[in-house]
């Protein structure tokens, strides 16, 4: 799994609606994909637009789904990609 994090760029306050709703298809689409583990905005958290776990085969095709956020296609924000080990019973939280 791979976290996504999304930082704001100086043009995020110019974002469109247009723009908006290509960014839920994408997430619709990763969702539909089975590639969407959880996502969601930050609140209270100045220069932070959001962030995705992903669900991939390689850190190559978080990198694509990455480069094809509508967000960063159009230069509102920039991503920030950071593998994930999930700590939980089945893995004895990683000990």
Known sequence: MYLVLLEKSKT???LTKKV???H???IR??????KLEFCGVFHGYPG????Y??????REEAEALCREE????GGYAAYKLVGLQAANRENN???
């Open 24 to 26: 839920v298809e994408n």
């Open 12 to 14: 995020y306050n110019r």
């Open 29 to 34: 689409q990763l969702d539909d994909q089975g």
């Open 20 to 22: 908006v709703a290509e």
């Open 48 to 51: 932070m637009a959001g962030m």
């Open 70 to 73: 509508p967000l960063v296609l």
């Open 93 to 95: 939280y990683l000990l």
């Open 53 to 58: 776990i992903l669900k991939t085969e390689s």
